[in-house]
């Protein structure tokens, strides 16, 4: 289930209709389903259940509290790579003993906070951060319950940004390496090394390269005296074209169960999807502005672009584009859409079979749950979307869309105090924010407080 379909012509997350959503809210908008979330939850748990895993959500693929509460709801805990996503899995209720804190460049200060929260596990990444891990423990008089992230050389076939197993790779230390680190464990008597840690990749489009993984983790386990534990990463892959062909979650899981099933009394194990929970529950619902030629082409160009979903600039990613009123039968033409960002790379989808959308019309890029808002970002200073989730009939606005104070809001307390008192001079109002009525205009038309040249309002600058 993907939460969206066709109701009597209108494309609906569930019982909702998105253009009513993007009538009320505005475009760009992401909706996410609920129980697209529920549903991918419960199936990637009963397909792993004979291995009793804990399933920690990787909260990188979508990072909303009411998106994190949904899953803790489930029965998830969560992985986390940063102090922000701490901070987040927190607030959304999270137990700490079942986060697991991943991720390459973990700083002191990120570590330090990860032990008073009493974070569940540590994946180390290098020697270094083992040495600083326990320098902090021990400064805090704590303990720390580690695992270390093993790269053990095998690269799947996916995208090369989201590959992250091969030998080349920045990610996970190499198992000769991370044998002899185990054997030194006495250097480090405020962690205990319980487990071994593996994530190969993002959308791996097989179990076949996650099972050798697993087999040279295996591999390590017996060699380290005490280990309880193989996490065995994310990864789990979605459709996003028509085409795509991954194995079930079902299908997928079944190989590692089999391979594992049998050690189930003997180890414990770890899962961190991301992308399978929350990709196919969410989309990206965006407005024509107007329609050009481009090349013989015809090229829709939409209030969305890089900036709200980044992926088919960065990986070339493919996302199905579906207008909001139903088409069925109606004449299609190969058309791009593209976004209003100053760069050339701002393509959203190339060549699709669209009808004939004019200016005002409306589509959602589909499957954009995962690494989609996430990754937006204010470039060219737009502000982001608002997110609304779905769960019925119910529609809620899950995190409002921004402002354009909110694009100054952290400069303009840096310029406050840079300029002092001086900012107010020859102002009606307080300048820095940006009011409805006009008064930034009309402080501009009389020459005052806005360098009209350089595009800068700068408070009394002149
Ligand atoms: C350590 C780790 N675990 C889990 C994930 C989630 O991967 P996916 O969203 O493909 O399931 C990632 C993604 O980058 C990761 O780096």
């Given at each position: 289930?993907?939460g969206?379909?066709?109701v009597?012509g209108?494309l609906c997350?569930?019982?909702?209709s998105?253009?009513?959503?993007?009538?009320?809210?505005?475009?760009?908008l992401y909706?996410y389903?609920?129980?697209a979330?529920?549903e991918?939850?419960r199936r990637?748990?009963?397909?792993?259940?004979?291995?009793?895993?804990?399933i920690?959500f990787?909260?990188k693929?979508n990072?909303?509290l009411?998106?994190l509460?949904?899953?803790?709801?489930?029965?998830?805990?969560f992985d986390?790579v940063?102090?922000?996503?701490?901070y987040r899995a927190l607030r959304?209720?999270?137990d700490p003993?079942r986060?697991?804190?991943?991720g390459?460049?973990?700083t002191?200060?990120?570590?330090?906070?990860?032990?008073k929260a009493?974070v569940g596990?540590v994946?180390l990444?290098?020697a270094?951060?083992?040495?600083?891990l326990?320098?902090?423990?021990?400064a805090q008089?704590q303990?720390?319950?580690?695992?270390?992230?093993?790269?053990p050389?095998?690269d799947?076939?996916?995208?090369?940004?989201?590959r992250?197993?091969?030998?080349?790779s920045?990610?996970?230390?190499?198992?000769?390496?991370?044998l002899?680190?185990a054997?030194h464990?006495?250097?480090?008597?405020?962690?205990?090394?319980?487990?071994?840690h593996?994530?190969?990749g993002s959308?791996?489009p097989?179990a076949?390269?996650?099972?050798?993984a697993i087999?040279?983790?295996l591999?390590?386990?017996?060699?380290?005296p005490?280990?309880t534990t193989?996490d065995?990463g994310g990864?789990?892959?979605?459709?996003?074209?028509?085409?795509?062909n991954f194995?079930?979650?079902?299908?997928f899981?079944?190989?590692l169960v089999?391979?594992?099933?049998?050690?189930?009394?003997?180890?414990?194990?770890h899962?961190?999807p991301g992308r399978?929970l929350v990709a196919?529950?969410?989309?990206?619902?965006t407005?024509?502005q107007?329609?050009?030629?481009?090349?013989?082409?015809?090229?829709l160009?939409?209030?969305a672009g890089?900036?709200?979903?980044l992926?088919?600039a960065?990986y070339?990613?493919?996302?199905?584009a579906?207008?909001l009123?139903?088409?069925e039968?109606?004449e299609?033409v190969?058309?791009?859409?593209?976004?209003?960002?100053?760069e050339?790379?701002?393509v959203?989808a190339?060549e699709?079979?669209l009808?004939?959308?004019?200016?005002g019309?409306?589509?959602?890029l589909l499957?954009?749950?995962?690494?989609?808002?996430a990754?937006?970002?204010?470039?060219?200073?737009?502000?982001?979307?608002?997110e609304v989730?779905v769960?019925?009939?119910q529609?809620r606005?899950?995190?409002r869309?921004e402002?354009?104070?909110?694009l100054?809001?952290?400069e303009?307390?840096?310029e406050?105090?840079?300029?002092?008192?001086q900012?107010?001079?020859g102002?009606?109002?307080?300048p820095w924010?940006?009011?409805?009525?006009?008064?930034?205009?009309?402080?501009?038309?009389?020459?005052k407080?806005?360098n009209g040249?350089?595009?800068v309002?700068?408070?009394?600058?002149?």
């Open positions: 289930m993907s969206f379909r066709y009597g209108e997350c569930e019982e909702v998105l253009a009513r959503l993007a009538a009320e809210h505005g475009t760009p909706v389903s609920a129980n979330v529920r991918n939850y990637l748990s009963g397909a792993f259940a004979p291995l009793k895993p804990l920690c990787a909260v693929a990072f909303n009411s998106v509460r949904l899953l803790r709801e489930e029965g998830a805990g986390i940063s102090g922000g996503e701490l959304a209720g999270a003993a986060i697991v804190f991943a390459v460049g973990k002191d200060a990120e570590l330090s906070e990860a032990l009493g596990w994946n990444e290098s270094d951060e083992a040495a600083r326990n320098a902090l423990a021990a008089g303990r720390a319950t580690v695992a270390l992230r093993l790269n050389g095998v799947p076939a996916t995208h090369h940004h989201i992250t197993g091969g030998a080349g920045k990610f996970g230390i190499p198992v000769a390496e991370a002899a680190l054997a464990w006495s250097d480090f008597p405020a962690l205990d090394l319980r487990g071994a593996l994530h190969i959308q791996v097989n076949a390269p996650t099972l050798v087999e040279i983790a591999g390590f386990m017996r060699q380290v005490g280990l193989l065995l990864g789990f892959p979605v459709a996003y074209r028509e085409s795509d194995p079930p979650i079902e299908a899981a079944a190989t089999e391979r594992l099933r049998p050690l189930a009394g003997q180890y414990h194990f899962l961190e399978y196919n529950s969410g989309a990206m619902v407005t024509v107007a329609v050009k030629d481009v090349a013989g082409r015809r090229t160009v939409v209030d890089m900036q709200t979903l992926r088919p960065l070339d990613a493919y996302h199905r579906a207008p009123e139903g088409t039968g109606a299609t190969t058309t791009d859409v593209v976004g209003p960002i100053c050339s790379a701002d959203l190339r699709r079979a009808p004939r959308l004019r200016p019309g409306q589509l959602a499957d954009a749950g995962a690494y989609g808002f990754m937006a970002s204010q470039y060219n200073s737009q502000p982001r979307p608002a989730l769960d019925g009939s529609a606005v899950t995190r869309r402002r354009y104070e909110d100054v809001e952290l303009e307390v840096q406050t105090r840079e300029l002092g008192t900012r107010t001079e102002f009606e109002g307080a924010q940006w009011e409805d009525d006009g008064a930034i205009a009309r402080q501009a038309r009389r020459g407080g806005y040249e350089k595009g309002r700068g408070a009394g600058r002149e």
